[in-house]
């Protein structure tokens, strides 16, 4: 069944406001984490244009491996306090990086890759994933991006079902 999705390409926080819907109603009935989280990367990426928009999920208690995503290829295993998605898992809390090449131990799967956000995701309060957006321009994640994508992430944890 073809989905769209309803992009309003107005300010950031009303395409927020118009897209998490949207995201939540498509996922609404679907059981399966890859495919509902796969959704979600193309929904992120399609609203915003982001470089690149993906999960990394625990595979083990030190390291994340990729999960869906929307974007160039990428990084397939990242370590506990390795690069931006590592040092947000380790320390779990987001991390809002206005320009990489200043994060110290970055992770350079794409040199197009500027600034970026990492948000953790949980689920019975411990961090399961993590969601990795990449911009190809400095400084392009505020407090708007970090309200809005760490509720989505919020929302992402309660869909994993144990």
Known sequence: MAEDLIIQNSSKEENYSTLIPQLKALCEGEEN?????ANIAAGLKEAFGFFWVGFYLKDSEDELVLGPFQ????????????????VAWERNEVLLVPDVE?????????????????????????????????????????????????????????????
Do not use: M, Y
Request: some cysteine.
């Open 33 to 37: 984490l890859t495919a509902n989280l």
């Open 71 to 86: 974007g160039p290829v990428a990084c397939t295993r990242i370590r506990k306090g390795k690069g931006v998605c590592g």
């Open 102 to 162: 200043e994060f110290p131990g970055h992770i350079a799967c794409s040199s197009l890759s500027k600034s970026e956000i990492v948000v953790p995701i949980h689920n019975k309060g411990e961090v399961i994933g993590v969601l990795d957006v990449d911009s190809d321009k400095l400084n392009d994640f505020d407090a708007i991006d970090q309200q809005h994508l760490t509720a989505l992430c919020e929302w992402i944890g309660s869909l994993v079902k144990s």
